[in-house]
């Protein structure tokens, strides 16, 4: 998979993406990370990226020519006019990160995981002139309701959500299948069984301990060396049952 981040602060990616897994799976060849400057793809001497927003109001906005500028050469394409829009190649996907985005999920890390190329534009400033969120780009992702001075840690924060799920990246496939959030973190209500996901809920994951067994008093839990593993799985669920009722209740149905 190939990720380009494009940004007027190209060295901010020198160190989020220069480590863990994001960096061995760099290594091995299953991912390609290029760095865009925007800057690069303005005409003025000054390098200008925004400007003031028509209408009136407080900050700046980024301009669309050099958006469109700047992923036009990435894709070695037009991509169209208001009497034609090209759409990118098959595989692609061009990611506005916006305050106004769709939420990114786990859900959504995993279709973008499916891809064979993300183009990240990454907003600065008061926001992003709307002809790029309209017309340029296939779609926009919010990483939460907050808003952060840009887009470069939401970026990196996305790629390595996605390079996690790729084939290979982590060595051991099944570490993901139990993280909050994952396909496996479904139950139905009663059995525990995986449950249609129409019907089931999201939990968060369950605790984790490690030695040693007792640290300053806090023991951990009898079931989790008593070597039986039914009640183990049953305790799991329990626990990750009750912290998402006690940290994210919004993922649990309602009860009507």
Not at 11 to 22: Q, S
Not at 96 to 124: M, N, P, V
Not at 150 to 161: R, Y
Request: with cysteine.
């Amino acid at each position: 998979m190939r990720f380009d981040l494009i940004t007027i602060f190209p060295e901010f990616f020198a160190g989020p993406l220069d480590y863990g897994i994001v960096r061995r799976a760099k290594q091995a060849g299953l991912v390609q990370i290029h760095v865009q400057d925007l800057r690069e793809f303005t005409k003025d001497r000054h390098k200008t990226v925004d400007d003031r927003p028509f209408g009136g109001g407080e900050g700046m906005v980024l301009k669309p020519e050099p958006l469109f500028a700047a992923v036009e050469k990435l894709l070695e394409q037009s991509m169209g006019t208001a009497e034609q829009r090209v759409m990118p190649p098959a595989g692609t996907a061009i990611v506005l990160l916006s305050a106004a985005g769709r939420l990114f999920t786990q859900e959504a890390a995993r279709r973008i995981a499916r891809l064979d190329r993300i183009i990240f534009l990454c907003g600065r400033y008061e926001g992003v002139d709307e002809r790029v969120a309209e017309h340029l780009a296939t779609n926009e992702i919010s990483i939460g309701d907050f808003v952060l001075s840009g887009g470069e840690l939401p970026a990196a924060l996305i790629v390595d959500a996605v390079t996690r799920l790729l084939p290979g990246a982590l060595g051991n496939e099944a570490s993901t299948e139990n993280e909050s959030f994952s396909g496996s973190s479904r139950w139905s209500g009663a059995s525990g069984e995986p449950a249609n996901p129409e019907n089931a809920k999201t939990l968060l994951d369950y605790p984790h301990y490690t030695r040693p067994a007792d640290f300053r008093g806090w023991k951990v839990p009898e079931v989790l060396i008593s070597g039986h593993h039914a009640e183990v799985a049953k305790w799991r669920k329990q626990q990750a049952q009750r912290k998402t009722r006690q940290n994210r209740p919004d993922l649990l149905p309602e009860i009507s």
